[in-house]
Nanobody, 123 residues
Framework: QVHLVESGGGLVQAGGSLRLSCAAS????????MAWFRQAPGKERECVGA????????YYSDSAKGRFTILRDNAKETMYLQMNSLKPEDTAVYYC????????????????WGQGTQVTVSS
């Protein structure tokens, strides 16, 4: 059974940083593309960034470029999202997701999801 567990969310002031983690189990981690999505109240779930199994190819949304970094440690079966220069508009529930081989930006394309972790950025 596949489990994805996010951690590291919390309350931070604008300009601050947070590091989210997504620990995976029950899958062959290095065969899966992993992604971070976020969903704010009243908004659609959007892909913040994604990374393939070998970590050789990474995608960032325009809102994440230059501020967020996605990393994965296949030995630890964990993906990370380092978020710097946070803005109030980054406030959302952040989810990690997994799908075989290649990433996409579409939430419906992912097979497995974590429960989400709340990130709140105060102004």
């Amino acid at each position: 059974q596949v489990h994805l567990v996010e951690s590291g969310g919390g309350l931070v002031q604008a300009g601050g940083s947070l590091r989210l983690s997504c620990a995976a189990s029950g899958l062959t981690f290095n065969l899966y593309a992993m992604a971070w999505f976020r969903q704010a109240p009243g908004k659609e779930r959007e892909c913040v960034g994604a990374i393939i199994g070998s970590a050789g190819n990474v995608y960032y949304s325009d809102s994440a470029k230059g501020r967020f970094t996605i990393l994965r440690d296949n030995a630890k079966e964990t993906m990370y999202l380092q978020m710097n220069s946070l803005k109030p508009e980054d406030t959302a529930v952040y989810y990690c997701a997994a799908r075989k081989l290649f990433y996409t930006r579409g939430a419906n394309d992912y097979d497995y999801w974590g429960q989400g972790t709340q990130v709140t950025v105060s102004s």
